[in-house]
């Protein structure tokens, strides 16, 4: 990491004056008094590609016959576009018709649930068994959906009420959000911050994205461009420890220790007042060297909450790594044959497999999304060591969701008797358990047959004890915390431990 010079590149961005309002009806933790729960965004391109298990090339689609929208300012550039299969299409099987339609057709017909079900309906009061004429104001409103279903898309979408954006992915004092993709275009937002490539930070985020310029890490940015074919011309990379001046506010990326790509955010308004958004990250010593953070106190943090509960004391990153090495090597000095499967998500945990890659002297074995998600990193070590022959390897790579016993057994099936056990580990910091604390070697598998799962407390996010730490270290003025905020008791318990950690000498 270069922490020594901080030359400064600012952007050609238009100034922007006024700040983002903050609301007046807050609670004392500074959450809105009523909290509403935004809409389950829809997932990303990047997640629907990587589930469809197909090679990159088959939702690649030719570039478009007209010019594709742009910003004012922002010149046109070419290339292909991305277009997002139906899961049928990218598997290459055929869709199930409907009852009495034919192949052509693809009209959607809206049944209710009693039509479904092949149940008799129910008859409403007032209403004979003949009569099924509804009340004026059910017609009106079946009506309604009926000019609905009839409208165009782009009249469908302009009739939607947009998700309105809380307050705290908002910089106070600033046009800047962080991780808001999903609220579309914020108003007086004119600088989008994405602090890392994981769907619940990124989604809304997509090729037709056109609200404003994104700035976020280089290897973020790649991944950005690369499966979600967001236009180049709105992604605006940014180096590590390299201080930028974005309209009239100096902003720094750190590392995270999170995932590839991750960092967190630095902002200096020109008034001197800081804000650190931590993002998601897994807290450091490390970090507390960095002389950003060192040279002055930060006035508000928003901070990674995901375990902010005295319960989860993790051990170090590298114990847990050292403890799936040396279980690989006991397994397999039992039984030779046997196929070692790491758990992941689409970027995250690549220091466990390459551990046991490094060890074992073996190659990565992943499908070709994964392989092409994990060179773009530009990790040569990494590089060298990933395959596309799952014969080949005895190290694969799987969705971390699909670490489970009946599904190892059927993957095991596809291999043709190249292995005869299953050695798996999901490397999650939900696995953590305070019986075992750091103990590593008094952790339990599961196994079924010749199946054997190890949960290993492998985190990319803070323990308590790390958050703690952190926290007495800044001693800002002020913590928004970002997870596990949906209700207010929650809240308050966090809020408890902040003013207890900020008390202390």
Known sequence: M??????????????????????????????????????????????????????????????????????????????????????????????????????????????????????????????????????????????????????????????KKPLACPFYKKIPGTPFTVDAFRYGQVEGCSAYFLSHFHHDHYGGLTKKWCHGPIYCSALTARLVKMCLSVNSDYICPLELDTEYVIEGVTVTLLEANHCPGAALIHFRLSDGKTCLHTGDFRASKTMQSHPLLQRGRVNLVYLDTTYCNPKYKFPPQEDVIDFVVRTTRRYLKKQPKTLIVVGAYSIGKENVYLAISQALEAHIYTDASRRRILYSFGWPDLSKRLCSCNQSSSLHVLPLGSINHENLKKYLETLNGRFLAVLAFRPT?????????????????????????????????????????????????????????????????????????????
């Open 429 to 505: 910091g939900w696995t953590f358990s305070e019986a075992t604390g750091k103990h590593l070697d008094l952790i339990k598998p599961s196994s079924n047959a010749n199946v054997t799962i190890y949960g290993v407390p492998y985190s990319e996010h803070s323990s308590f004890t790390e958050l703690r730490d952190f926290v007495m270290f800044l001693k800002p003025q002020k913590i928004i915390p970002t997870v596990n905020v949906g209700n207010a008791t929650s809240r308050d318990k966090m809020q408890a431990h902040f003013r207890e950690w900020l008390k202390s000498p």
């Open 2 to 159: 270069h922490t020594d010079t901080f030359p400064s590149n600012p952007p050609p961005m238009a100034t922007v004056d006024c700040p983002l309002p903050s609301p007046a009806d807050l609670d004392d933790n500074g959450f809105p008094a009523l909290p509403s729960s935004p809409a389950a965004c829809s997932s990303g391109f990047a997640e629907d590609f990587y589930r469809s298990g197909t090679d990159w090339s088959s939702l690649r689609a030719p570039p478009p016959l007209g010019p594709p929208r742009r910003a004012p300012g922002v010149k046109e550039r070419g290339g292909g576009s991305a277009v997002q299969s139906s899961l049928f299409q990218a598997w290459g099987i055929e869709k199930p018709r409907r009852d009495g339609r034919g192949a052509g057709d693809s009209s959607l017909v809206q049944r209710s649930l009693f039509q479904a079900w092949g149940i008799e309906r129910p008859q409403r009061e007032g209403l004979g068994a003949g009569d099924s004429s509804p009340s004026s104001s059910l017609s009106g409103s079946l009506l309604a959906r009926k000019r609905r279903r009839g409208s165009t898309e782009e009249e469908r979408v302009a009739a």
